[in-house]
């Protein structure tokens, strides 16, 4: 049997079987891969391949020669070459987090990386390298950073101490020598920057791309280093102010306030401890670095609290009020970014001692109040009203809710019972004294099922509702008093 065999439509010879010519298709496949890495130093190419195979009908007489598989290799391959449609070069993929780019070559990546560096490294202390990804299957690389000017024992050329640890160094020789930090002079410390780390996950991977889709250098350095507004907790800090904390973060009172729903005006209340939403401008990829410093600086102590087990937690008294002190110190200061991360005071000299806030602030949960009925309508909200039933006052002091007589009554919080009875305008009434000195009261009831003197839980049903007293249908009114003076419930209500 004979076979006439084309490929991409373009004869390249006869052979006996359709597996010889697939034999020869794979040859002159290897040797173009061949030629295009010796070539190319290792671009791919895309040739198309289609192969056909038909049979020959043998006539008397005719030419009935099989040509040789070598040679049919051979104008496959020729075939191959003519048909190169798309060129793949081996170049670089680099993922940071969430972000990727494609980059030309290894030494690329390297000045990406190296850039982001120096924006905190200007005297190029630091650089990057490469390394395989120990945890990954797949040949992955990630970054680290080394030092550029590893110190070295001048009889063996070996590194004293790892690159990035100066401050190490200088902790061992201070314990050789039993000399503290402490009993150290501030010219003695090494200062400056002397560790730093990508802050984020890289991961970089060959790749076979086309051209177009890679990222010019510059590109990709102004995509990776330049700020985005990136939200961050920041935790109050005794001292600051809304201000402060604006000046700090370079915004303005109202961006904070417009990020925070706790905070409603710039006269809102901040302590210590809280924890608002701000926004930081904050490149692509976070870099970690370490510096010794040496700090004049105002500072403020922590303010003391003396815990008052008589008095609810939303009371307090300032005894002393604070005033800073001024020190020097040696910081040992972790970034992220430009972001202060950490600080350590390794050396402290006070000039003159900060006096601490004394605050007096009562220990004791204060108790909460929740609605006295179940559903319920409202007819009549707190505070001046047009047109009262007659005999009622034009200043609402409490809230009307509409409902069936019969309704259960709770109490609204945990207290004792003062009254419950007649109440002439109020009809069947119900007044509960609390704790905090706060009492409430529950007016136009049809029947009470407390007595004065008792005491109740939240939530316990101590009435029915009904129509009684000056009342122009079935409701329950209720009130809140603080300290004898009737508030908007509304905003006591949990």
């Not at 034999?23 to 190419?45: D, M, N, P, Q, W």
């Not at 070069?89 to 780019?101: E, L, P, Q």
């Amino acid at each position: 049997m004979r076979l006439a065999v084309t490929l991409n439509n373009i004869s390249v010879g006869t052979l006996a079987s359709r597996e010889e010519a697939l034999s020869c298709l794979r040859a002159a496949r290897r040797t173009f891969a061949k030629e295009r890495i010796h070539v190319s130093g290792g671009t791919l190419a895309l040739s198309d391949a289609e192969l056909s195979v038909t049979n020959i009908t043998n006539i008397a007489g005719a030419d009935q020669r099989i040509d040789a598989p070598e040679e049919v290799a051979k104008s496959m391959l020729a075939v191959l070459r003519g048909n190169v449609h798309a060129t793949l070069g081996k170049h670089y993929t680099v993922k940071i987090d969430d972000y990727s780019v494609n980059l030309a070559s290894a030494e690329e990546v390297l000045s990406l990386l190296d850039t982001a560096l120096a924006m905190y490294d200007p005297d190029g202390r630091y650089h990057s390298s490469l390394i395989l990804e120990p945890t990954r299957e797949v040949n992955v690389l990630t970054a680290r950073v080394e030092s550029t000017e590893p110190e070295t024992d001048k009889d063996t050329d070996e590194p004293l101490f790892p690159a990035g640890g100066a401050f190490q160094e200088l902790s061992r020789v201070a314990g050789e020598t039993e000399k503290s930090a402490e009993d150290m002079d501030f010219s003695e410390f090494p200062l400056g920057l002397f560790s730093m780390s990508f802050a984020d996950r890289i991961e970089v991977v060959e790749a076979y791309l086309p051209e177009s889709e890679l990222t010019e250098l510059d590109t990709a350095i102004a995509e990776v280093t330049k700020d985005r507004e990136t939200p961050q907790v920041y935790e109050v800090k005794s001292g600051d102010t809304l201000s402060v904390i604006a000046e700090k973060f370079g915004l303005t009172v109202d961006a904070i306030i417009s990020m925070n729903e706790t905070l409603e005006d710039a006269g809102s209340t901040i302590r210590p401890e809280d924890e608002i939403i701000v926004t930081v401008p904050e490149p692509e990829l976070a870099v970690r670095y370490e510096t010794e410093e040496y700090i004049e600086e105002s500072y403020e102590a922590e303010p003391v609290i003396v815990p008052n087990d008589e008095w609810y937690t939303n009371h307090s008294v300032t005894l002393q009020e604070p005033s800073s002190g001024y020190h020097k110190i040696i910081s040992k200061t972790t970034y992220i970014n430009r972001t202060e991360v950490a600080r350590d005071i390794v050396k402290e000299e006070v000039t003159w001692e900060a006096v601490p806030k004394i605050i007096e602030r009562g220990t004791k949960v204060p108790p909460t109040y929740i609605k006295p009925i179940s559903g319920g309508r409202m007819t009549s909200p707190f505070g001046r009203r047009k047109r009262p039933t007659k005999g009622a006052s034009t200043y609402h002091k409490g809230i009307d809710w509409a409902t069936p007589v019969g309704t259960a009554v709770v109490a609204s919080s945990a207290g004792v019972v003062t009254k419950a009875g007649w109440g002439s305008g109020y009809g069947y009434v119900v007044y509960i004294q609390h704790p905090n000195g706060m009492s409430t009261r529950y007016g136009h009831l049809s029947k009470v099922l407390v007595k004065a003197g008792q005491s109740v839980s939240q939530g316990q049903k101590i009435a029915l509702s009904g129509n009684t007293g000056v009342s122009t249908g079935p409701h329950i009114h209720f009130e809140i008093l603080v300290n004898g003076a009737q508030v908007n419930p509304l905003n006591y209500l949990n």
